[in-house]
């Protein structure tokens, strides 16, 4: 079994690392924004900020954007496309579990998150005079607790989406709007109150709010993982649901 | 020793229609068994619901004397299962694909030689995707067969093969039974089956029609050989009946089939002779499968698959 699981492992990076335009979006887009928004916002401490600058706080920001673009595109994508190519039908005359093949692809986000991280902190700390985050040894486990919940709302748009096409448009449309209201790309604390409760309303939000708030020293915000556990749930319950079915 | 396959009065509904209707059969050890029909006859859910992979309404199914659908795991680590419509990522290689299966049981069979003794050595490092259609249907056997399974089932393996890759396929499942493994062969191709199969199972419908060794059912139609032929402007077919070889006419529109022993063929190519218009595509064939679905349901199968334009 775990003999089974590694190599499933394995093959899944691969394949991942094989797909340039995954690799792009999940790892290099966030490093990209940071290049064109570092230059012009510059990292001068700020009260707002809490003492830090602005390339800080883009951080954790930046790295939600890629929990929530491998979650919600990158993953229902690699389902769908799975089922429609009969993947999922192979696996399934084989003796491996759907938990296998799940767990595997949540194995899979988190590494594509971490490295992402590096590569976004390695940059920007090159680049720009970067100030270490308030608790660095707690951000480990939130990004842990981060990737993996959000990444259960991946697995439900893939058991219900049944192609690529569809996966990439709604993981897209679900996607983009949570990128600018989230606080993912600009920090929330910067928009007006009206945008700040559409943002109350979106999921990625909280993914900002704990790894953000980690990160400037305002410790664990309790809400934030009470959301993000709801969400685990919820997704879990119903993605084996409409697994099952399918 | 328990038998291979063991269905009975197996049942499938899918939104109020009956797929599967009070199917009963049974696969000894060591056989090549055929579950055959034309498309739509209901054999892929059969056999899907046979072996655990979908979960049937009703009946009692055991596959080497175990229940799938009690013990998944366990049947499927004694089965190779080529299902209809699977397939595997696109960028994904050979040589990874069989790494990857391999990986998933734990007696499965070296990498290096299963390349080399299905012919895939050649493109171990070649893409899913790049694969031509015979290749990905030898890569599906090779990955259904890589723990060296006691039952294999192959749904539909010659689909969108060319004659050549069919030809090499029979082949290929004639050497899978001789090395001890008991084939569950499921197909719309008559002729295959009738050369390959030890015994058959007529689907129709959902329900079973026909069951027994392919000759044994040809002959118990009571003829050997078949005259097709298109009948000429003002021809009555019902005047061979007449003729002492001849044992059944069937007509569909233009088309007629005679039924009979040989010398069928000369009995009937007088007879239009006479009459001064032999048509110019009569021909004689030996009896098959074919002829017994088409006796048992009244219909023929579906015309691209027989061949055939019109259906008796």
């Known amino acids: 079994m775990r003999r089974a699981f590694v190599q499933l492992l394995r093959t899944e990076l691969r394949l991942f690392l094989r797909e340039p335009m995954a690799v792009f979006f999940n790892v290099l887009f966030p490093v990209l924004l940071l290049l064109v928004m570092g230059p012009i916002f510059g990292n001068e401490a700020s009260s707002v900020f809490n003492g830090y600058g602005s390339v800080d706080i883009f951080m954790p920001g930046f790295v939600a954007i890629m929990i929530g673009s491998y979650s919600l595109v990158g993953l229902p994508l690699t389902l769908a496309s799975y089922r429609e190519q009969g993947v999922l039908k192979r696996f399934r005359a084989a003796p491996i579990s759907p938990g296998m093949v799940f767990g595997a692809q949540a194995v899979v986000c988190v590494l594509v998150v971490f490295l992402g991280t590096a590569v976004l902190i390695g940059t920007a700390a090159l680049l720009f005079p970067l100030r270490s985050p308030d608790a660095p040894l707690q951000l480990v486990p939130a990004l842990f607790i981060a990737t993996l919940s959000f990444s259960t709302l991946g697995f439900l748009l893939g058991s219900v989406l049944r192609t690529a096409r569809a996966a990439q448009a709604v993981g897209n449309a679900v996607f983009f709007p949570m990128l600018f209201l989230s606080g993912a790309a600009m920090p929330r604390m910067l928009f007006p109150e009206w945008m700040q409760n559409i943002g109350a309303a979106m999921p990625l939000t909280y993914v900002v709010t704990l790894l953000q708030d980690l990160w400037i020293g305002q410790g664990w915000n309790g809400t934030a993982l009470l959301i993000l556990g709801i969400l685990v749930g919820g997704n879990l319950l119903l993605a084996t649901v409409l697994f099952r079915q399918s | ?312």
Not at chain 2, 13 to 19: E, M, P
Not at chain 2, 177 to 195: I, P, R, S
């Open chain 2, 1 to 312: 020793m328990p038998s291979a396959l063991e269905v009975q009065h197996l049942r499938k509904n899918y939104g109020g229609t009956t797929v599967v209707d009070d199917l009963s059969f049974t696969v000894e050890a060591g056989e090549i068994f055929g579950l055959i029909g034309p498309n739509g006859a209901g054999k892929t859910t059969a056999i899907e619901c046979a072996t655990g992979v979908r979960t049937p309404d009703a009946g009692h199914v055991r596959v080497l004397g175990t229940d799938p659908h009690a013990l998944p795991q366990a049947v499927r680590r004694r089965v190779g299962l080529q299902l209809q419509e699977s397939g595997l990522p696109k960028r994904l290689t050979v040589a990874e694909a069989i790494e990857l299966f391999a990986s998933f049981y734990p007696s499965a069979a070296p990498q290096e030689e299963w390349l080399e003794r299905w012919g895939l050595a050649k493109h171990h490092a070649t893409a899913y995707a790049d694969l031509s259609g015979g290749q990905k249907q030898r890569l599906g056997l090779a990955l259904a067969l890589v723990h060296d399974p006691d039952l294999v089932v192959l749904d539909e393996m010659f689909a969108g093969l060319d004659p050549r890759a069919r030809m090499e396929s029979q082949q290929r499942v004639r050497s899978i039974c001789e090395q001890g493994t008991t084939v569950v062969l499921v197909t719309h191709f008559m002729d295959e089956a009738e050369a390959l199969c030890d015994r058959v199972a007529l689907l129709d419908e959902g329900r079973c029609v026909a069951l027994g060794p392919p000759n044994a059912l040809t002959n118990r139609l009571g003829a050997s050989v078949r005259v097709r032929f298109t009948a000429p402007d003002g021809f009555d077919p019902e005047t061979l009946m007449g003729l002492d070889r001849v044992a059944s006419v069937r007509q569909n529109h233009a088309q007629v089939a005679v039924y009979g022993h040989d010398p069928l063929l000369s009995a009937v190519t007088k007879v239009l002779d006479e009459r001064g218009r032999r048509p110019s595509d009569l021909r004689a064939e030996p009896t098959s499968l074919e002829d017994v679905f088409l006796r048992e349901t009244g219909t023929a199968l579906a015309p691209a698959l027989t061949g055939e334009t019109t259906g008796f």
